[in-house]
């Protein structure tokens, strides 16, 4: 989608559609706008739009569409309302052929500021307009969309954010919904070294036999089953601050996730091709730091495989030994994410690094703690993960801290091993992963959990977004770094 601003007033615009917020009964509309006001009013005498959450009403008026689109009501306010508002109001206009949209610069929310209210609502129109629809017998390119922001812009650089991430994720959603079948971790590999040459990114693979001379016995023993060679994708954004230590970025990338030799149950296996969801964000935040440049150089590391319980696959019972050299006692080959991670941060600490931030769809327990509103927040620094909640707030990506106390690392010990991969009574599951976890970052660099099982993927059509994958994560670590420029 093309994102602009103009000077034109926004009831005077040419586009096909122009887009009101609402929250509540109340429009948002900046000062002025009698005309328009008045004729909004009149429609919903006769309508049961109520500028609830996700809801949305078209009228057509004067040879174009108006689009009404709800926030909520004011107490129930977040800011991934505003985006999923625009979302959604797109999404209707899209499914109805309307391609170019016009919204109003200077809308009434106290509570966001006119930059973020450009970042939030572009970036959302953006996404409004994506469908996976890649199997489809009918598939067809998609048509190209505009958006303008009409009326007095001060400053455009939040515009061009919102390009350049609506862009971004765009680019990394139809990987992100693949299938296990036409997205192994080589196709992961290819799509991650050709996105970083147009994105100015360096990029290394690191395949079976790089792993092995390393030691990485984590992610290797996840592969062993499979036919699916195991990748490292490590990719490099230099930043202009060539004295600032990197920033790092890993992503789990579980391309298909059976369970291993501890199998999953058949009902709902098919979604675990979203197992892949922590390297995706990743793969997106490193496309939205490259194109809005920023200063601070970031490392985006994706451990990438396919967990399947071929005749060569680890057992219940096995030890391997990690690339920081614990050795591990897989009691559960589905709790798998986490020897994926173990590599990849030992890595990542190899690389001196500001901050570590792993993102994982790592367990089922953090959905029962928190649903799809939020994702859970570990770590060892307490500025690190205010920092990550306050940017998730402004990015509309919600974080919620849980506490990583050493009871947890305790229930993590093995009597065969140094670590087991399992908890010793089953409890706590979304703190004792990140707990082992801890493990295999070094005392003294900042590190921080982001659990996202709950909030990766919609596996039903919101009003915002198609069923599939959301890109949970990469908007916040965008926020979060872009505020350290």
């Not at 991934?80 to 109805?96: C, D, H, I, P």
């Not at 953006?126 to 812009?153: E, M, N, Q, R």
Request: net charge positive; glycine share 12%; hydrophobic share 45%.
């Amino acid at each position: 989608m093309k994102i602009s601003a103009s000077s034109t007033p926004f009831a005077e615009q040419k586009k096909e559609a122009l887009i009101v917020f609402f929250q509540g009964a109340e429009n948002l509309l900046p000062a002025g706008h009698a005309t328009l006001k008045k004729q909004i009013s009149t429609l919903l005498k006769t309508s049961a739009f109520k500028g609830q959450a996700g809801q949305v009403a078209i009228f057509p008026t004067n040879g174009k569409q108006l689009i009404l689109t709800g926030l909520g009501e004011t107490k129930d306010f977040h800011n991934g309302l505003l985006e999923q508002a625009a979302g959604a109001a797109v999404r209707s206009g899209y499914g109805a052929g309307i391609k170019s949209y016009a919204m109003a610069s200077g809308i009434k929310l106290k509570s966001v500021s006119e930059a973020d209210y450009q970042l939030l609502a572009g970036r959302g129109a953006c996404w409004g307009t994506y469908t996976f629809s890649t199997f489809k017998s009918d598939h067809k390119k998609k048509p190209s969309t505009t958006l303008v922001f009409a009326g007095i812009v001060k400053n455009r650089a939040a515009i061009k954010a919102a390009e350049a991430q609506g862009a971004s994720l765009l680019s990394t959603a139809d990987l992100a919904n693949l299938p296990g079948n036409a997205a192994p971790p080589a196709k992961i590999a290819s799509w991650a070294k050709k996105m970083a040459k147009e994105n100015g990114l360096s990029c290394q693979i690191l395949g079976k036999a790089e792993l092995s001379k390393k030691g990485c016995g984590g992610i290797l023993s996840v592969a062993e089953g499979s036919a699916q060679e195991a990748k490292m994708i490590i990719l490099k954004h230099a930043g202009t601050d060539k004295k600032a230590k990197p920033i790092v970025l890993v992503g789990k990338t579980v391309t298909f996730d059976s369970g291993g030799i501890s199998l999953k149950p058949g009902k709902g296996m098919g979604w675990m091709r979203y197992d892949k969801c922590g390297g995706m964000a990743v793969l997106t935040a490193m496309q939205m730091i490259a194109r809005m440049n920023l200063k601070t150089p970031v490392v985006g590391i994706l451990g990438a495989a396919e967990n399947m319980p071929g005749s060569k696959a680890t057992r219940p019972g096995d030890i391997i030994k990690a690339y920081n050299g614990k050795t591990i006692e897989v009691l559960n080959t589905d709790a798998e994410g986490r020897l994926v991670l173990a590599d990849a941060l030992g890595l990542a600490a190899e690389l001196k690094p500001a901050a570590i931030v792993d993102l994982a769809t790592l367990t089922g327990a953090v959905i029962v703690a928190l649903g799809s509103s939020a994702a859970a927040v570990l770590g060892n620094d307490g500025k690190l993960i205010e920092n990550l909640i306050s940017a998730g707030t402004t990015a509309g990506e919600r974080l919620w801290q849980l506490p990583l106390y050493k009871d947890y690392t305790d229930e993590m010990k093995s009597d065969f091993a140094d670590l087991s991969n399992l908890g010793k009574t089953g409890g706590a599951g979304t703190a004792t992963a990140a707990a082992f976890l801890q493990e295999f970052v070094p005392e003294g660099i900042p590190w921080a959990h982001l659990d996202i099982a709950g909030t990766a993927w919609h596996e039903s059509p919101k009003p915002h977004q198609a069923p599939g994958a959301t890109l949970f994560g990469a908007r916040l670590l965008t926020q979060w770094i872009a505020a350290q420029d």
